[in-house]
């Protein structure tokens, strides 16, 4: 009898844990997958005020179509790049990124990694951040450089709530797009 009621109760914890696990599996993501996300970009005004590098361009994507809400920046900088080596490793990632655009604290989240961005395989960088924000929640803040020549294209994403894996995809997307591209084509002279 003692037996029995073991392996009926080794079963219906067996059970439970094959129903637990199928509906862990089947749950809808909180993001998504990669097939569920049609990310749509809207061009919005260069929101910071001028420097050096003048205004670059803007976009959006609401948190319906990426998941979580993403604003993305993307500027060129001429003549600023690593010429020899381009963007290869975190330090010079580091150096050419925008944070200056921002009051907020960047803290590293993990070394970067080679992405490739148009014609720039082997030649460009990402690399995830925590934004500090003195009155918000924490951001997650993605930078990645692109390296023509001796020019750098730094694009700068920004979401709440969601992981650096996650919006990645969805900004190199934009950053093949073919508005993107005739306009880093015109700025910097390809």
Request: overall charge negative; hydrophobic content about 45%.
């Amino acid at each position: 009898m003692k037996a029995r009621v073991a392996a009926t109760a080794a079963g219906a914890f067996a059970l439970g844990a094959l129903v637990a696990v199928s509906a862990f599996a089947m749950r809808p993501m909180w993001f998504g997958t990669a097939a569920s996300i049609r990310p749509a970009w809207t061009e919005e005004p260069w929101p910071f005020l001028r420097d050096q590098w003048g205004a670059g361009k803007a976009f959006h994507c609401k948190a319906a179509d990426c998941g979580s809400d993403v604003a993305v920046y993307v500027r060129a900088k001429v003549g600023f790049c690593n010429c020899t080596t381009g963007v290869a490793d975190d330090e010079e990632l580091d150096r050419i990124s925008d944070f200056a655009l921002f009051a907020d604290r960047f803290v590293p989240e993990r070394p970067g990694h080679e992405v490739s961005v148009a014609w720039t395989k082997g030649k460009s960088r990402s690399r995830a951040f925590s934004m500090e924000a003195s009155q918000q929640t924490p951001q997650t803040v993605l930078s990645i450089g692109i390296n023509d020549r001796c020019d750098a294209v730094v694009a700068t994403a920004v979401a709440g709530g969601t992981s650096p894996e996650a919006i990645e995809p969805l900004v190199i997307d934009l950053l093949n797009s073919k508005p993107v591209l005739r306009w880093a084509e015109v700025t910097l002279g390809l």
